[in-house]
T-cell receptor, first 108, second 115 residues
Framework: RKEVEQDPGPFNVPEGATVAFNCTYS??????FFWYRQDCRKEPKLLMS???SGNEDGRFTAQLNRASQYISLLIRDSKLSDSATYLC?????????FGAGTRLTVKP | GAVVSQHPSWVICKSGTSVKIECRSL??????MFWYRQFPKQSLMLMAT?????????EQGVEKDKFLINHASLTLSTLTVTSAHPEDSSFYIC???????????FGPGTRLTVT
């Protein structure tokens, strides 16, 4: 079993749609969690950290479920510019593990 | 703040040659730097973790004699791909973090093509 698993997609959604990604992790001792966004042929950029209480940043909402060992990312009112690969990242003792990424394409 | 640069951004080399990639933290001191490799349509794969002034810790399956990592200062780490082969062609990304902070700052990546 992979340490961090994501549905690779692709998710093809129209502009304005709401889309959600899930990510599961195997290490129950993991301490912190992040969503990164990676555009084609570019480096990953931090989208948001994921806190136990859940957190929201504009159209993006991240949630963590420690008991079930998954994190989620919800994007509301999708924009064309949201098209990218979204990487789930799990960190335990400065040991970052990346998911394979979920590809999102937002279409006009 | 928290800018990480990589040089070169793109390199083509012949099989059997060595290539050095530099990773610099421009406006902060990075106690830890990470080197990743990403093949097309695949996830980032951690190759090694290096702390300033000590030997790098390599992930399982990564040959330490082939991928030489030096982290001589708090702002510079280098990755040397020795005796490169076409299968080493990949996107190499470094990241840096500050002790006690878990967020990593990524460099822009280096695209290596070995012919």
């Amino acid at each position: 079993r992979k340490e961090v698993e994501q549905d690779p997609g692709p998710f093809n959604v129209p502009e304005g749609a709401t889309v959600a990604f899930n990510c599961t992790y195997s290490n129950s001792a993991s301490q912190s969690f992040f969503w990164y966004r990676q555009d084609c042929r570019k480096e990953p950029k931090l989208l948001m950290s994921v806190y136990s209480s859940g957190n929201e940043d504009g159209r993006f909402t991240a949630q963590l479920n420690r008991a079930s060992q998954y994190i989620s990312l919800l994007i509301r009112d999708s924009k064309l510019s949201d098209s990218a690969t979204y990487l789930c990242v799990v960190n335990g003792n400065n040991d970052m593990r990346f998911g394979a990424g979920t590809r999102l394409t937002v279409k006009p | 703040g928290a800018v990480v640069s990589q040089h070169p951004s793109w390199v083509i080399c012949k099989s059997g040659t060595s290539v050095k990639i530099e990773c610099r933290s421009l406006d902060f001191q990075a106690t830890t730097m990470f080197w990743y490799r990403q093949f097309p349509k695949q996830s980032l794969m951690l190759m090694a973790t290096s702390n300033e002034g000590s030997k790098a810790t390599y992930e399982q399956g990564v040959e330490k004699d082939k991928f030489l990592i030096n982290h001589a200062s708090l702002t510079l780490s280098t990755l040397t791909v020795t005796s490169a082969h076409p299968e080493d062609s990949s996107f190499y990304i470094c990241s840096a973090s500050v002790l006690g902070l878990e967020e990593q700052y990524f460099g822009p990546g280096t695209r290596l093509t070995v012919t």
